[in-house]
């Protein structure tokens, strides 16, 4: 693991090309400058003892943002291991749901209740065609999951509909 590249990697090495000859914002050139100190001595370091072993060594502190993938590893890797306990063993569909690309500016303005909106539509759309005999004529379940909002690409929602009947 020492030895992978990681994203601070590349944006220390090339970070301060992309400000330059990209237009970005203020908020986006700070983002830049902290993933690239993340888990450097750019952000300071501590000392740690494990209980157990006695074992001490140096650490790096983390920027703990939540743009930052080194940061949010372990939680990615948490919520996933109880998706992974929810699902059913069958096989399962990707549905997309997407909204306009003209309606960011909205949903960055409004996250709670846009986003409120397409979870509802989406999950209310896929229950109700399922309910439906002429399609299905059963009761689904799914699992519903979206990304940060996104400045340039449409805001959309993962959706997870198992393939089978199951029990
Ligand atoms: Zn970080």
């Not at 001490?56 to 291991?81: F, I, M, V």
Request: net charge positive; proline share 5%.
């Amino acid at each position: 693991m020492q030895n992978q590249i990681s994203i601070g990697d590349i944006l220390d090495q090339h970070g301060d090309r992309y400000i330059n000859e990209n237009r970005i914002s203020g908020q986006q050139k700070g983002l830049i400058h902290l993933l690239s100190a993340c888990r450097t001595n750019g952000l300071g370091s501590h000392f740690e003892r494990c209980d157990h072993c006695s074992y001490t060594g140096k650490s790096y502190d983390s920027c703990r943002n939540r743009h930052c993938p080194a940061c949010q590893q372990k939680d990615k890797l948490e919520w996933l291991y109880k998706r992974m306990k929810e699902l059913i063993p069958v096989g399962y569909y990707h549905l997309v749901f997407t909204l306009p690309h003209e309606l960011n500016p909205m949903c960055l303005q409004n996250k709670k209740v846009m986003y409120g909106l397409l979870f509802k539509a989406a999950s209310q759309t896929l229950i109700e065609l399922s309910k439906d005999p002429k399609h299905l004529g059963a009761d689904i379940g799914l699992i519903v999951s979206t990304r940060p909002i996104p400045s340039i690409r449409p805001i959309h929602l993962c959706i997870a509909l198992p393939q089978k009947h199951y029990g």
